[in-house]
C-alpha cells in the first residue's frame, strides 16, 4: 500500500518492501545460504537519533563473526535519507552500508558505500 505524506511525494506502508528492496533480499537470501551472512531481517530495528528522531534502516544484517551491519537500500538518495544515516554511523558501532541498484546498461548489480 502506498500512503501519501505532504511534501515528500509517496511512500510506501512500514514493514512492506518496495521493488528494490525485495530484490536487494533476494540477493541477502543467497548470501545467506552461500554462508557469506549467518542472518538479515528488514525494518527489525528502530534506532534513535534524537528526541522524536528515529532511523529504521531497511536491513539488519549479521555476519558469520557475529559482525552486525545495518544496509539501508535507495533508488536515489534524498537529502534527509542521507542525513540520518550518517547521523547514525557517527552515534552508533555499527556498519552502515548504502547499497543503490546498478542501471543494467552498467552491467546490473549493486554499488555498496559504507559511511
Known amino acids: 500500500m502506498i500512503t501519501r505524506r505532504r511534501g515528500r511525494g509517496c511512500r510506501r506502508t512500514p514493514g512492506q518492501?518496495?521493488?528494490?528492496?525485495?530484490?536487494?533480499?533476494?540477493?541477502?537470501e543467497q548470501r545467506r545460504?552461500?554462508?557469506?551472512?549467518?542472518?538479515?531481517?528488514?525494518?527489525?530495528v528502530k534506532l534513535r537519533l534524537a528526541d522524536n528522531t528515529f532511523y529504521t534502516p531497511d536491513f539488519f544484517v549479521m555476519l558469520p563473526d557475529g559482525t552486525i551491519e545495518f544496509h539501508e537500500?535507495?533508488?536515489f538518495w534524498e537529502l534527509h535519507s542521507r542525513v540520518k544515516i550518517k547521523v547514525a554511523a557517527d552515534k552508533y558501532p555499527f556498519r552502515f552500508i548504502a547499497v543503490k541498484k546498478r542501471a543494467k546498461r552498467d552491467g546490473g548489480g549493486w554499488d555498496f558505500e559504507e559511511l
Open 17 to 28: 518492501m518496495n521493488g528494490t528492496e525485495k530484490l536487494y533480499a533476494e540477493t541477502l
Open 33 to 44: 545460504r552461500a554462508g557469506e551472512i549467518a542472518e538479515y531481517l528488514y525494518e527489525s
Open 73 to 75: 537500500v535507495k533508488g
